[in-house]
């Protein structure tokens, strides 16, 4: 596909990073020269230096006949403007980044009457994000594939779990609930397991299950917990904003705590459910005197990854059950696991993530079989959704008979309204949805799997 990315900033570098190697024609605009000429440098991409919105600057990057234009410039208004000029000079799709929770209503509009294709919020995914691994306190990380009929989840196995010392083969005997152990991060090293893998504490275990059956299995190892009542969130950006919102509105009990007194004094308009405090929520005295000991979940969202790491740290060492911490900076994920923290998230890999899905469902109606694709261990494990819409000679024959590549795992096959986990014995069929986990990059096709 011809792809147009306006505005460079992490998340546009971060979708320009996903998407290199992937065969698009990819051109870039941005006002930053130097910028514009270290990424064309870095990656095989034509490159124009201006205002996106722009309809010389535009024209000058062939706009007329791209598939599509993702704009992600900082300013909402400029996004949106950006897009009207290209769908106005002939571009298939756009997609807007539009943050300002003003707007949060018009979004439908947008896409109606703008014929803007997908609008992402950054702050608001982020928020999701959380309010999802607060209502699942066992998960540190959840992917949907099936249109959420299959979960994709991460498990860490903490001390004293039954998991420890257990092959995925006496799992699986042992377990009634159908799951499918299929990657495993193991301090720096990460593993696509056979059945012979032993699981030991520390791990992190990357499940597939049916939805409606995840609760099962997680009461069989032991990891239902009861649901969180109490949070804490540090940092009254838009994503603290959002998080808190959300959660008031489920009757969890908020303590959102804001550095600034102009923006905790709005916040506390804002939010009649929630309790709002001004304050440092860096520092020990401040957390301790609003209670963070007898609370379940905590958020640390300042700007600043350091605080964050710090005070996810305290709150461990508090023992509250669940610590979520926002990291921005690729560069500090190696170090997270030795200091015990195992709930993160990423703005930019979130929403990058969304808009990577959706170039994956626009090249599906082009050729491609991918329908979703989600990055895992800090982007060594893909999990791709693969439609078997054409016929393969893979078909109706078992798994243990296919020449499947090392690294690679079947990890769920979806058939009509079927879930099914697979084993050895199971076939794929003309009409399925395939998911498949590998530490591979680029596969376009099913049949890229098999040698």
């Not at 546009?12 to 990424?39: F, P």
């Not at 079989?369 to 893979?394: C, D, G, R, S, T």
């Not at 079947?410 to 009509?416: G, S, T």
Request: glycine share 8%; proline share 3%; net charge negative.
């Amino acid at each position: 596909m011809k792809i147009a990315i306006i505005g460079l900033g992490t998340i546009g570098r971060t979708i320009l990073k996903n998407l290199s190697g992937e065969g698009h024609t990819v051109t870039i605009i941005d006002e930053d020269k130097e910028r514009i000429e270290s990424l064309i440098e870095k990656y095989d991409v034509f490159g124009v230096v201006g205002n996106g919105a722009c309809m010389d600057i535009q024209n000058e990057a062939g706009m007329k006949d791209t598939d599509l234009v993702i704009v992600l410039t900082g300013s909402d208004e400029q996004n949106i403007l950006a897009c009207l000029v290209a769908k106005k000079l002939g571009a298939k799709n756009t997609v807007a980044r539009v943050r300002n929770p003003d707007y949060r209503r018009q979004v439908a509009l947008m896409k109606e009457d703008l014929g803007i294709a997908m609008i992402v919020n950054p702050e608001r995914e982020t928020a999701s994000e959380i309010f999802n691994l607060i209502s699942l306190p066992s998960v540190a990380q959840i992917e949907r594939f099936a249109k959420g009929r299959v979960f994709l989840v991460e498990i860490v196995v903490e001390e004293g779990s039954p998991l420890v010392g257990e092959t995925l083969i006496s799992l699986g005997q042992k377990l009634a609930t159908k799951v499918l152990v299929c990657a495993v991060q193991r301090g720096d090293q990460v593993i696509i397991p056979s059945g012979n893998f032993r699981i030991e504490e520390g791990d992190k275990l990357h499940v597939t299950a049916e939805a409606k059956t995840l609760g099962d299995f997680l009461a069989e190892i032991n990891l239902v917990k009861s649901p969180l009542k109490n949070v804490m969130i540090v940092g009254g950006g838009r994503i603290g904003y959002y998080l808190a919102d959300a959660l008031s509105k489920k009757k969890y009990e908020v303590k959102l705590i804001e550095n600034n007194s102009a923006v905790a004094e709005e916040l506390a308009e804002l939010l009649p459910r929630v309790t709002v405090v001004c304050g440092n929520g860096t520092q020990q005295e401040l957390l301790l005197e609003e209670g963070i000991e007898g609370i379940d979940a905590f958020v640390a969202l300042t700007d600043i990854d350091e605080e964050n790491m710090i005070v996810s740290m305290f709150a461990n060492k508090r023992n509250v059950r669940k610590t979520i911490t926002q990291i921005k900076s690729d560069d500090l994920y190696g170090m997270l696991d030795e200091l015990g923290i195992n709930n993160t998230v990423s703005p930019k890999h979130i929403v990058a993530g969304r808009i990577i899905s959706y170039i994956r469902a626009l090249s599906n109606s082009r050729g491609s079989n991918v329908l979703n694709l989600y990055h895992l261990v800090n982007n060594q494990v893909e999990a791709l959704e693969f439609a078997a819409k054409k016929p393969e000679n893979i078909y109706d024959r078992p798994l243990r008979e296919l020449n499947i590549k090392p690294n690679c795992l079947i990890a769920c096959i979806i058939r009509k309204n079927e879930v099914i986990i697979p084993n050895g014995n199971s076939e794929i069929q003309l009409g399925d949805n395939v998911v498949v986990v590998t530490t591979h990059k680029n596969f376009d096709d099913l049949t890229d799997v098999i040698n």
